[in-house]
Nanobody, 120 residues
Framework: QVQLVESGGGLVQPGGSLRLSCAAS????????MDWYREAPGKQRELVAE???????TYADPVKGRFIISRDNAKKMVYLQMNNLKPEDTATYYC??????????????WGQGTQVTVSS
C-alpha cells in the first residue's frame, strides 16, 4: 500500500514559480514510477511529467522547458518545480505512483491533489 500527500500549491502571478512536493509512505518507493498529473475545470486529467524508477524523465509538450520533475528515494519524495507559470497551468495537480507487477497487472495510487492557480 502506498499513500501520497501533495503540498506546495497556491496562488501565483503569471511568470512566477512554485514547487510541488509529494510525500509517499508505505511500500518500496524506489520501485515505483512517479507522475504528476493535472486536471483543470471542464478538462480531462492529463499527464504533466513522469520520472521512472530509474530516473528517466518525460514531460508534456506544454510544460517542456518550464517544469522539472525530480525524486529523492531516501526521503520518499517527488517534486515538481514549476517555472514561468502561465494562467493555463491553473489546475489541481495530482501525484501518481505506478509499478508494473506482472504483464497486465499494475499497482497504482493517487494523491488527493493540490490546487495551483496562476492569476494576476
Amino acid at each position: 500500500q502506498v499513500q501520497l500527500v501533495e503540498s506546495g500549491g497556491g496562488l501565483v502571478q503569471p511568470g512566477g514559480s512554485l514547487r510541488l512536493s509529494c510525500a509517499a509512505s508505505g511500500s518500496i518507493f524506489s520501485f515505483y514510477d512517479m507522475d504528476w498529473y493535472r486536471e483543470a475545470p471542464g478538462k480531462q486529467r492529463e499527464l504533466v511529467a513522469e520520472i521512472t524508477s530509474g530516473g528517466t524523465t518525460t514531460y508534456a509538450d506544454p510544460v517542456k522547458g518550464r517544469f522539472i520533475i525530480s525524486r529523492d528515494n531516501a526521503k520518499k519524495m517527488v517534486y515538481l518545480q514549476m517555472n514561468n507559470l502561465k494562467p493555463e497551468d491553473t489546475a489541481t495537480y495530482y501525484c501518481y505512483s505506478v509499478r508494473k507487477m506482472a504483464p497486465g497487472l499494475v499497482d497504482m495510487y493517487w494523491g488527493q491533489g493540490t490546487q495551483v492557480t496562476v492569476s494576476s
